[in-house]
């Protein structure tokens, strides 16, 4: 089991950035890969962006350039840094443990989101 915890969300104006965090607990080391997803109301679940453990980084088009994945692997803590925000940007947030192999397969279960709201 894992826990996760994100972090870091808020109210904020287009074209202004914000960092969430993600901070893992558990047992971590059956995946080499972590990976941020949103859910902007009555729409699915979308992968944002991915960074694994070999290196391989993923980012949807909506968000390449402006936004960047990390990860503080002694503090176990996942970081989306967000720029240039857009009122599309809107959503819940979750981060997800998984596994890379040419693509991003999610495999934790998820955090409670921390959501982000852009006003136009």
């Known amino acids: 089991q894992v826990q996760l915890v994100e972090s870091g969300g808020g109210l904020v104006q287009t074209g202004t950035s914000l960092r969430l965090s993600c901070a893992a607990t558990?047992?971590?080391?059956?995946?080499?890969?972590w990976a941020w997803y949103r859910q902007a109301p009555e729409q699915q679940r979308e992968l944002v962006a991915s960074?694994?453990?070999?290196?391989?980084?993923y980012y949807a088009p909506s968000v390449k350039g402006r936004f960047t994945i990390s990860r503080d692997n002694a503090k176990n803590t996942l970081y989306l840094e967000m720029t240039s925000l857009k009122p599309e940007d809107t959503g819940a947030y979750y981060c997800?443990?998984?596994?890379?192999?040419?693509?991003?397969?999610?495999?934790?279960?998820w955090g409670q989101g921390t959501q982000v709201t852009v006003s136009s």
């Open positions: 997800s443990g998984g596994w890379y192999n040419h693509k991003y397969y999610p495999l934790s279960n």
């Open positions: 558990g047992s971590l080391q059956s995946f080499n890969a």
């Open positions: 960074i694994a453990t070999v290196g391989d980084m």
